[in-house]
Structure formats: C-alpha cells, structure tokens
C-alpha cells in the first residue's frame, strides 16, 4: 500500500476527544519528520513509531474510536487491548524493548525483532514525542556554549567544530554549531541524508571534497564567520586523515549511529550499499568491521585531544563500542551529560517542548513571546527562544524546545491552557519532553555517566517516575529500554499531555509536570548533588532527609 505522511492542520476532530486526536495527531507528525517513514523509523538508526504497519493501523484505529474511560496498552509498539480505566488515568500506556537483564543484549533484540516480536522505540519515536532535529538542537547549542564560556572566552567564533551523523538527531549539529558561531565540517556517508539537511535548513551546502570543505572551514574561521559544511564519506576515514594531516579542530565531537553496529554505523571497510546488503546477508561481518572502524575513528578522536581539542561524546555509545573494540582508554573521552550539562539536570531543568497540534506557526510564535515574558531572569531562555524564532525551521507540526526546569513547565503550559480555553491561541497544544530528562533516564554510559553516588545504573529511577506519571494524570505514559546496539545500556521514561483549555487538563499538566520534574531534582538530591538540595529547600519539593544506613 501506497503511504502518505502528511501532518492534520484543520480543528475539525476524527476522535472522541481532543486527547485522543492529539496522541494520533503526534503519531502522525512522527512520521511525517521521520528518517524513514515507509519502514515506519523515526530515528536513531531503528527507532520506530509502531511495530509494523498492521500495529500502526490497529493504533490508529483505536486512538478513533477509544472513549476518555480507556486505556490503549501498547507493547514494543503493537496495540495489545483497551481497558476500562478512567477519565484521570492516561489514555495510552506504552512498554518498548524492555528485554529481561540478562537477554538485554542486541543479537537477541535482532533475533526477536526479526520473529515480530519487539521492537525499539528509541526514546521519542514510539511514543510519538520527536518533533525533528529540533528535539535535540537546544541541547547541542548549549553544550558548545559551555565549551565557548570554558575554553574560548565565550565565543565559538573562528573556531572549527569537526563531527559527523547528520541523522535525525544528529542533523541538529550544524545548525547549532552555527548558532554558536563556529565553522561546523559534518561528515555524513549517506547524500542523501546531507541533501536533507541542506532542504531542511539546517546546514548550509554540501562540500565536493575533503580539501574543498577544509579549505572553506579555514577562510570561514579567518574571517570569524559562521558557517555550516557537509561532507559525503566515512568519518573512519576522515578523523584519521584530518589528524595525519596535521590538521586539529577546536572542538570535535560524533552523532553517527554508532550505538548500532549493524542497522547504524557504516564501517569505513564498506559502501553504504553493502553494509545495507549486509544488514540482511551477513550482520556478523558487519558487526566486527563496524567495530573495528570505530576503533580507528575514536583513536583519531582520542589524538585529537592529545593534540587538545576539547573532545566529547555526544550520546551515542561511540566510546563503549571503541572499548570493546580494544581501544582501552576510549573513556578518557569525557560524556557530554556530565562534563556539560549535569549542573541542569541537577535542578530538574531539562529538554521540554510543546506543539500546536492544528499546526499553527503562530501560536508557536504566541507561546514564544509569553515564555520569555514569564521569566524574564532566565538567562539560557532568554538567549535561546529569540535564536530558535529566527533561525530553526518548521519541521512537521510547529513546535518549540526549551530548557525549562521544576514550577516553570507547570506554569507555562498552565498559561497555555488557559490561552487555548480563551481563543488567544489556534488550538490545543501538546506538552512532552526528551527521556533524556533528570528524573526519566538511566543510562550509565550517557545520562548517569559516573553520578556521585555511584546510582548509574539504577532503573529505579525511571521505573517511578512513569508509574507516578500514571498516578498523576498524564495522558500518555511509555517505559523504554534500548534496542539494537543500545540493549542492556539504559531504561527511560516518557510522558505527554495534551492542554485543551478544559480544566480537566489544567489538573493533569499540574500533576504531572510538577511531579515529574520534583522527582527529577529528587533523584539528583538523593545522589548528592548541592545544586538539587538547594532546588528542592528552596521549591519546597517534599523530599526526606536522613542517612539511609549501609
Ligand atoms: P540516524 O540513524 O538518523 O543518523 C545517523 C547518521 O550517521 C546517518 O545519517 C548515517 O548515514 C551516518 N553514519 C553512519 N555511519 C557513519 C560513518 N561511519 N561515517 C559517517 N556517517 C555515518 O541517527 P540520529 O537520530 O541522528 O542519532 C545519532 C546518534 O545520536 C544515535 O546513536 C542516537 O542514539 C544518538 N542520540 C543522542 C542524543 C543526545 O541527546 N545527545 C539524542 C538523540 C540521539
């Protein structure tokens, strides 16, 4: 059957409510800014809105015709029933690729997804949360200014960025490089994914050769002007050589899917042809020989930062593959969580976003001038919404990401609420975040990379929050484990709720935004961390204070 991706932009509903719509209006805006669509990936190499298309269907189906008293109980991606629940409890309640301890390993996962068994939601895709590259764009910005406040004196002009993977996620990259003011080289082995970008608006051309891109980095860095470059070939090939040549970015960093040796990363040993062939013909070959190129590409990484570039890993298990792969100190790379962002975390601030479910730019625009009214003394906020109103494209329904932490999401989408019931805006608005989220996420090679007390692999965590989620109103409530290459290596929680102006939702963004993120300075202040003790005294968040006995 011939699919069509498109996003609904009319007011007029096809469900009983605007919570259902609203789910199927995000499902639907998955794929319409999905990597590949047709084989239902949203991103992340394998990340997928619904197990096959007879699950979708069955969802879809469903989210149509499910009154506000069900629950649709989704598992890896299929519809499993409705259940009688209540007007208060979520309408979808998800697990994806959650794998057993000791069978949490990816040729298990491979073997499984190929019965038709499972399959990996990433942490945006099956639950219908990611809103394009922008989900990841803010944190990207924040990160080199952080390495600009630290090593640059506040100011990433004149300097050179080298990453690669310019996928769902990793497409952000150079626009946020050049919001940044940096001269961004991006290496990417499929054109086609480059072509993206360029259409998309987040990178600005494509570079005809190696010599071509340096060139261009070198007069874009003398002139101090910002600029975004692709490149089509193997970053196992182009690290290496970069490094032989002499020639030592500022900052160097990798967004390939690196977590997956079979279905993300291209080894340097292969064309993107025959690594596609080999997914099917021989994933085993291609699991060593991707193995082996990342090797080569974190030790070029690892020189890099002999030679002192400022070197990071970006969240994608790069190092832990290098490691296996024999490179012993790939972890003298730092992680981005803790080396950049932790401090944030820390105060339950974190990636929150927000989409006009009848695709109104305007009402995006409305909700930009009222975030930055609300809190005029938030500094990361008011820098960014005025970058992300001029400079990031629409991509699938509007929508907007912002940095926002304990009281502020709740305030915010309270307003909106309020402005949705008033008419000041077009239509209902949905509220979700990344799992990548204080209290939502444990991944002990990523987001609770060496926390202080030792926590990292602790799936407590994310195990409450969404039981609390459940408890607290939410509208759609997923637990996620990694797929692919990322089984075994983390668990994360995601939430979404849809403000219809009614008061019932101004109850549920209250509950369940105010919980969530009191859980995730929780989280933090049991580990230790100053900064979430002083955001819970001074928030009045109730958590107890005393020695537990060892
Ligand atoms: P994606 O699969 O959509 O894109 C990966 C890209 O890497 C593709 O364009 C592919 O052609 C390219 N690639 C693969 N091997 C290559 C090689 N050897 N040389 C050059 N290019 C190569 O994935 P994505 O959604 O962009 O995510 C990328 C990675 O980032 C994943 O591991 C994902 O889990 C991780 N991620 C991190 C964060 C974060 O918060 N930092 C957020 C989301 C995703």
Not at 221 to 230: D, H, N, T, V
Not at 435 to 447: E, S
Request: a negative charge; proline letters at 4%; aromatic letters at 6%.
């Amino acid at each position: 059957m011939n699919r069509s991706f498109t996003i609904t932009s009319h007011n007029a509903l096809r469900c009983r409510g605007w919570r259902q719509e609203g789910l199927l209006r995000l499902l639907e805006n998955v794929l319409a800014v999905g990597e590949d669509p047709e084989n239902l990936v949203v991103y992340a190499a394998l990340g997928k809105a619904a197990r096959d298309w007879a699950s979708h269907d069955a969802i879809v189906e469903a989210l149509k015709t499910m009154d506000e008293q069900d629950t649709l109980i989704v598992q890896s991606g299929k519809p499993i029933g409705l259940v009688k629940t209540h007007r208060d409890a979520p309408l979808v309640i998800m697990a994806n690729c959650n794998l057993v301890g000791q069978w949490a390993k990816a040729e298990v996962f491979y073997d499984l997804q190929a019965k038709g068994l499972i399959c990996w939601g990433g942490l945006t895709a099956g639950d219908w949360q990611y809103i394009g590259s922008q989900g990841v764009i803010q944190g990207t910005y924040e990160i080199f200014m952080r390495i600009a406040e630290r090593h640059f004196g506040g100011d990433l002009a004149g300097r050179f960025i080298l990453t690669a993977g310019l996928g769902g996620m990793g497409g952000a990259q150079p626009l946020a490089g050049r919001l940044a003011g940096a001269a961004i080289l991006c290496i990417d082995i499929d054109p086609e994914r480059i072509a993206k970008r360029i259409a998309a608006g987040y990178l600005d051309r494509a570079a005809t050769s190696l010599d071509d891109a340096i060139a261009d980095i070198r007069d874009a860095c003398a002139q101090k002007r910002a600029l975004s470059i692709g490149l089509c070939a193997n970053a196992a090939d182009v690290y290496p050589e970069l490094l032989a040549r002499g020639i030592i970015p500022d900052v160097v960093t990798d967004q390939t899917s690196a977590h997956d040796l079979v279905y993300g990363y291209v080894p340097a040993s292969r064309s993107l042809e025959e690594a596609r062939a080999m997914r099917r013909n021989d994933p085993k070959t291609l699991m060593a020989e991707s193995r082996a190129s990342i090797a080569r590409h974190v030790e070029a990484m690892l020189g890099f930062q002999k030679k002192d570039a400022i070197v990071f890993d970006n969240g994608n298990l790069i190092r832990t593959q290098a490691r296996e792969g024999g490179v012993a100190d790939a972890f003298q790379i730092p992680i981005f969580t803790e080396a950049f962002l932790r401090p944030l975390f820390a105060r339950g601030i974190g990636p929150f976003r927000w989409i006009s479910l009848t695709n109104s730019p305007a009402d995006i625009a409305r909700i930009d001038d009222l975030v930055v009214s609300m809190f005029p003394d938030n500094k990361v906020l008011s820098n960014w919404i005025p970058l992300a109103r001029r400079h990031i494209p629409i991509e699938g329904l509007p929508a907007r990401i912002a940095w926002l932490g304990h009281g502020e999401r709740t305030e915010l989408a309270l307003a909106v609420n309020d402005r949705v019931r008033t008419g000041k805006l077009d239509g209902p608005v949905a509220f979700t975040r990344d799992h990548l989220d204080a209290g939502a996420m444990a991944h002990p090679n990523i987001m609770t990379e060496n926390m202080r007390d030792g926590s990292d692999a602790i799936a407590d965590w994310p195990l409450l929050d969404a039981m609390m989620l459940c408890s607290s109103k939410a509208d759609l409530v997923a637990i996620h484990s990694g797929g692919g290459g990322y089984s075994g290596y983390m668990t994360s929680a995601g939430v979404t709720l849809v403000a219809d102006g009614s008061d019932d939702a101004a109850s549920r963004l209250t509950l369940a935004l105010s919980n969530d993120t009191a859980l995730g300075v929780m989280r933090y202040a049991d580990a230790g961390y100053p900064e979430a003790l002083d955001e819970a005294r001074e928030r009045g968040i109730r958590r107890f204070e005393f020695e537990a006995s060892s």
